[in-house]
């Protein structure tokens, strides 16, 4: 009888019944919450970071070509 009580505390104590109610529920919030911080972060760092890391070696590349074909002295 006192095992079975035991076993029942356990049970209701462990991850598995965090799963279950408002514990599950907070969990999924924070899982969507991130994924959309994340996905947003994402689009904004290809809209904006990026032309300006392809502009910024289309320039570099283009000081070597420059360097590269200039006439010697």
Known sequence: ??????????????????????????????STITLFGSVVGGATAIAYVLPALLNAINMYLDSVYYVLNMPLP
């Open 1 to 30: 009888m006192r095992f079975g009580i035991w076993r029942q505390t356990v049970r209701e104590s462990s991850w598995l019944g965090l799963l279950r109610g408002q514990g599950g529920q907070a969990m999924v919030e924070y």
